[in-house]
């Protein structure tokens, strides 16, 4: 069974610039998260989607978006980048058949996408 | 509102020693808490999680925590360490109803031969 896949898995943007990463979950999973890692903050949750919907937000501000689509894939787009988005950004899946928090059910984690704002 | 604690950035212990790596949150309804375990070069992995039941929670690789719910603790132990155990471990708490997922700050596991 392949694994969550994220892509591009490196990334270079100047400031002020737009991105969007992308996120593959395993086969039969529907929800999706996505996480930030940086140095200085740590790990943080974005946000969570299920059935093209978002369940769970973290603390980010607007320029931080995403979407699921109808086969589960995830996009998560960041606006008017600043240098402190500079971070590994993580995308999970897991089943949650039943549809309640994702955490019920074991995350499946992706390799992450490097972003660098310059 | 939420939070978690890792008191210990570094933790080193010998191979064949139990470990224990600490974790302690505030939240103010039920909990949901989580550890995960990020290897070099292997990104994060999920090793277990509290919902509810059974205080002593055993997960992947032989690692099992006990929630305390009067200290507020969710420490991670292993009764005997691995040199393979050296990883990066973050303790995480969901909070039902606040929708949201936070982690500590993270812990450094060494474990020497």
């Known amino acids: 069974k392949a694994g969550v896949t994220q892509t591009p898995r490196y990334l270079i943007k100047t400031r ?22 940086t140095p200085g903050q740590g790990l943080q949750f974005l946000f969570e989607y299920f ?19 109808s086969n589960s894939r995830s996009e998560m787009n960041v606006s008017t980048l600043e240098l402190g988005d500079s971070a ?15 955490w019920d059910n074991e995350q499946f984690f992706g390799p992450g996408t490097r972003l660098t704002v310059l | 509102a939420q939070s978690v604690a890792q008191p210990e950035d570094q933790v080193n212990v ?12 505030s939240v ?32 992947s690789y032989g690692f099992e ?5 009067s200290q507020t603790s969710f420490h991670l132990k292993k009764p005997s360490a691995l040199v393979s155990d050296s990883a990066l471990y973050f303790c995480a708490v969901f909070e039902t109803g606040a929708n949201n997922l936070f982690f500590g700050t993270g812990t450094r596991l060494t474990v020497i031969p």
């Open chain 1, 88 to 102: 590994l950004y993580l995308c999970a899946s897991s089943r949650n058949l039943a549809g309640g928090p994702p």
């Open chain 1, 51 to 69: 059935s093209e919907t978002q369940r769970n937000k973290g603390n980010f501000p607007g320029r931080f978006s995403g979407r699921q689509f």
């Open chain 2, 65 to 69: 925590a006990e929630f305390n719910k």
């Open chain 1, 16 to 37: 002020g610039q737009q991105v969007t990463l992308s996120c593959s979950p395993i086969s039969g999973h529907r929800s999706v998260s996505w996480y930030q890692q």
């Open chain 2, 14 to 25: 010998a191979e064949g020693n139990p470990l224990t790596v600490k974790c302690t949150y």
């Open chain 2, 28 to 59: 103010s309804g039920n909990p949901y808490l989580f550890w995960y375990v990020q290897y070099p070069n292997r990104g994060l992995q999920f090793l277990l999680k509290y919902i509810t039941g059974d205080n002593l929670v055993k997960g």
